[in-house]
């Protein structure tokens, strides 16, 4: 009777260990985070910060910021930059103005506003695509030029909106909600159904991501880059409008700061200043966060000066987590400066200047070679 003996097989050689899976959270959900995280500090903060008034406020006035934020979403994907759109949105709410108060109609100075802004941001892309200007330097020139234009045709003074039609549509309700809410939502929805799904989304993203290999395939990249410097015009004459209808009133002085704002909603909902990458939803996120954090400072009666250190604090901080791999960045930047190299590794960090100058230097083994090879003497 045979036995059979069950011997081990060897593992193969090329077997590898599977490996568990585990997803990492992305931009989105840091995003998220910062969001819930700066809700929670203001509900501790203030008894009022969950009030449905307080909520309502939040929501007007990050409404604004929304819609330049995501503008200002459109040209920075195209890796540029947009610092008029305040300015251009103070225009608005002046050119709007002026013209109610000579008895235009509400349609047609709607119109005429949102045209004159989208003008402005055609002279954007113009100056940037085929005057070869920088995007920041044609912008800040458009700032001025934009804000200039609005002094002169409000003539001094501000010009009060007494237009109730004009005042239901961007100051009024609808239902429960403000309609300039409402109006941010429909930019919001607009602009991420754009970016996602139409041909000119993908070939902003593609423009933002690699413009030389975008040229190389044919894309038509000047077309789009002005393409985004008119959008961004238009929403800011829309933001304008949305700014004349809460302040009843239209002033070159409005839209200060609002640059800056838009800019800060688009970076920390996690936009990439080199192009490429964000979407508008995040930037709308972006732009509550900064609402949120100077919502809650008003509650706590911090002055305006201490507002714009703790804003930019936070600010940062909510960039460097939702910038991607933000903490893990941290941890290999602390490991790498904490860590002792190996002694091969501190002889090479000697300078390579001296490395340089042992390069002719002779080896131990050719200085043997030269003492026990015989000179040649002449006869």
């Given at each position: 009777?045979?036995?059979?003996?069950?011997?081990?097989?060897?593992?193969?050689?090329?077997?590898?260990?599977?490996?568990?899976?585990?997803?990492?959270?992305?931009?989105?959900?840091?995003?998220?985070?910062?969001?819930?995280?700066?809700?929670?500090?203001?509900?501790?903060?203030?008894?009022?910060?969950?009030?449905?008034?307080?909520?309502?406020?939040?929501?007007?006035?990050?409404?604004?910021?929304?819609?330049?934020?995501?503008?200002?979403?459109?040209?920075?994907?195209?890796?540029?930059?947009?610092?008029?759109?305040?300015?251009?949105?103070?225009?608005?709410?002046?050119?709007?103005?002026?013209?109610?108060?000579?008895?235009?109609?509400?349609?047609?100075?709607?119109?005429?506003?949102?045209?004159?802004?989208?003008?402005?941001?055609?002279?954007?892309?113009?100056?940037?695509?085929?005057?070869?200007?920088?995007?920041?330097?044609?912008?800040?020139?458009?700032?001025?030029?934009?804000?200039?234009?609005?002094?002169?045709?409000?003539?001094?003074?501000?010009?009060?909106?007494?237009?109730?039609?004009?005042?239901?549509?961007?100051?009024?309700?609808?239902?429960?909600?403000?309609?300039?809410?409402?109006?941010?939502?429909?930019?919001?929805?607009?602009?991420?159904?754009?970016?996602?799904?139409?041909?000119?989304?993908?070939?902003?993203?593609?423009?933002?991501?690699?413009?030389?290999?975008?040229?190389?395939?044919?894309?038509?990249?000047?077309?789009?880059?002005?393409?985004?410097?008119?959008?961004?015009?238009?929403?800011?004459?829309?933001?304008?409008?949305?700014?004349?209808?809460?302040?009843?009133?239209?002033?070159?002085?409005?839209?200060?700061?609002?640059?800056?704002?838009?800019?800060?909603?688009?970076?920390?909902?996690?936009?990439?200043?080199?192009?490429?990458?964000?979407?508008?939803?995040?930037?709308?996120?972006?732009?509550?966060?900064?609402?949120?954090?100077?919502?809650?400072?008003?509650?706590?009666?911090?002055?305006?000066?201490?507002?714009?250190?703790?804003?930019?604090?936070?600010?940062?901080?909510?960039?460097?987590?939702?910038?991607?791999?933000?903490?893990?960045?941290?941890?290999?930047?602390?490991?790498?400066?904490?860590?002792?190299?190996?002694?091969?590794?501190?002889?090479?960090?000697?300078?390579?200047?001296?490395t340089a100058a042992n390069d002719d230097a002779p080896t131990?083994?050719?200085?043997?070679?030269?003492?026990?090879?015989?000179?040649?003497?002449?006869?």
């Amino acid at each position: 009777m045979s036995k059979t003996l069950n011997t081990p097989t060897a593992p193969s050689p090329t077997a590898r260990p599977r490996r568990r899976f585990i997803p990492r959270p992305g931009p989105q959900a840091y995003l998220l985070l910062v969001f819930l995280a700066v809700g929670v500090v203001g509900t501790l903060a203030s008894p009022y910060f969950l009030t449905a008034r307080n909520l309502e406020n939040i929501a007007v006035a990050a409404a604004v910021v929304a819609v330049l934020g995501v503008a200002q979403f459109i040209v920075i994907v195209t890796r540029g930059i947009d610092l008029s759109v305040g300015s251009i949105a103070a225009l608005s709410t002046v050119i709007a103005a002026v013209l109610l108060r000579q008895g235009v109609g509400v349609v047609a100075t709607i119109v005429v506003a949102l045209l004159s802004c989208a003008l402005a941001g055609l002279v954007n892309g113009v100056m940037v695509v085929y005057a070869r200007i920088t995007p920041f330097v044609a912008t800040l020139a458009m700032m001025s030029i934009a804000r200039g234009v609005a002094f002169i045709v409000q003539v001094g003074t501000l010009i009060v909106i007494s237009n109730q039609q004009f005042m239901q549509l961007f100051g009024g309700r609808t239902g429960a909600l403000p309609n300039v809410v409402l109006i941010a939502l429909v930019v919001t929805l607009a602009a991420a159904f754009a970016m996602k799904f139409s041909p000119i989304g993908r070939r902003l993203y593609a423009l933002g991501g690699n413009p030389e290999a975008a040229r190389l395939s044919g894309l038509p990249v000047n077309r789009d880059t002005v393409l985004a410097y008119v959008t961004s015009g238009f929403l800011a004459g829309l933001a304008g409008l949305m700014l004349a209808g809460r302040l009843s009133q239209g002033s070159s002085l409005v839209g200060q700061g609002y640059e800056l704002d838009s800019i800060a909603a688009a970076v920390v909902g996690g936009t990439s200043l080199f192009g490429g990458t964000g979407d508008p939803i995040s930037t709308v996120l972006g732009a509550l966060i900064i609402g949120m954090i100077g919502n809650i400072m008003n509650l706590v009666g911090i002055q305006s000066e201490p507002q714009l250190v703790i804003r930019g604090l936070v600010i940062l901080l909510a960039v460097f987590l939702t910038s991607g791999n933000g903490i893990q960045r941290l941890r290999q930047g602390a490991a790498g400066f904490l860590r002792r190299p190996p002694a091969g590794e501190r002889s090479g960090l000697m300078g390579s200047g001296l490395t340089a100058a042992n390069d002719d230097a002779p080896t131990p083994s050719d200085a043997a070679a030269q003492q026990t090879t015989p000179r040649r003497t002449g006869h």
